[in-house]
């Protein structure tokens, strides 16, 4: 597997700290294992713990991620932090300078999902709906930011990933909150990308494509193991589908790079990162949604048309 291959053996980030921002599932989880896999001391932050669950009632907790990040070799430290209270980002903030600064910080907390409606039109949506997923999925970046970015600039070399959702900012259908969080952090990665080049860092944003998440895998009614089932003739693009393993491992080739400053202010998709750092998913697939979606479910399509994506 190439370089990620050689950074496991190497233990690339050894003595390097991270903080996860929504590390409870998903991507964050992921990101948050294959930084200690590569060595990393990561800070496994989220709202959901073994004590008290989020408001989204889903069975997975900081706690757990922190002990895939020790089985994978890494140290793993949960904190609970809400990233909409300042207070508990202070305290997170805290508990990082103990620990001795930060180098990598990944900026996945969202929370959203909830709140969006896709299928009204924004002025017949609930706006209080609305104004929660901007809050949950925009303010809470800026907070993380206000914090943790000290600590970052203060040691060389320091790595700022965005995680969003698509590549570009093209409309694709999707409810005006979400299209406009997923794009603020786009603009988040190119906004500090050329101030943290003047501390030696960089910024960069990064998206999956398809996610199986594991509330996509539960809304599809299958498993990691049976996932290929949900493939139909209505999502056909599922069979392009990833884990959230496959972004991780591109992370956690980027945070490894020398030369990561190339990528600064762009969102890279994890096919890119695939192709760039010769990676494959958990199960050696290399799946290429972006490609999928140029070639297949735009194929014959009017370019100006926003047809609902699928990377909803």
């Known amino acids: 597997m190439g370089d990620l291959t050689t950074a496991r053996e190497g233990r690339a980030l050894d003595g390097r700290i991270a903080v996860v921002t929504g590390a409870t599932r998903g991507c964050g989880r992921a990101i948050a294992v294959e930084l200690g896999r590569a060595g990393a001391t990561v800070f496994v932050t989220g709202r959901s713990t073994r004590g008290n669950t989020s408001v989204l009632g889903r069975p997975e907790t900081i706690e757990e991620t922190a002990e895939l990040v020790e089985a994978a070799g890494g140290r793993g430290l949960p904190v609970r932090c809400d990233f909409t209270s300042v207070a508990d980002v202070d305290v997170l903030a805290e508990r990082v300078a103990a620990e001795g600064g930060l180098d990598i910080l990944v900026d996945d907390v969202w929370g959203g999902d909830r709140y969006a409606d896709h299928a009204s039109p924004y002025w017949e949506s609930d706006l209080d709906d609305a104004l929660t997923l901007v809050r949950n999925g925009l303010d809470t970046h800026l907070i993380a930011l206000h914090r943790l970015l000290p600590l ?77 089932e949900a493939v139909t003739d209505e999502r056909p693009e599922f069979a392009v589908s990833e884990t959230p393993y496959y972004l991780a491992r ?26 760039t750092y010769d990676l494959t998913d958990v199960d050696g697939s290399r799946p290429d949604f972006g490609r999928y979606y140029a070639e297949v479910f735009q194929a014959g399509r009017d370019p100006l048309t926003t047809d609902p994506a699928p990377y909803r």
């Open 250 to 275: 591109g992370v956690a080739a980027l945070a490894a790079d020398p030369d990561v400053s190339r990528f600064a202010g762009r969102t890279v998709a994890s096919w890119t990162l695939a192709r």
């Open 152 to 228: 970052l600039v203060r040691r060389p070399g320091g790595l700022l990933v965005e995680v969003t959702d698509g590549d570009d900012d093209t409309v694709h259908g999707a409810a005006l909150p979400y299209y406009l969080v997923k794009c603020g952090v786009r603009a988040i990665a190119r906004a500090m990308a050329p101030t943290l080049v003047e501390h030696g860092g960089t910024a960069l944003a990064v998206t999956p494509g398809f996610l199986r998440s594991e509330a996509m895998l539960d809304l599809f009614g299958v498993t990691e193991e049976t996932w290929r």
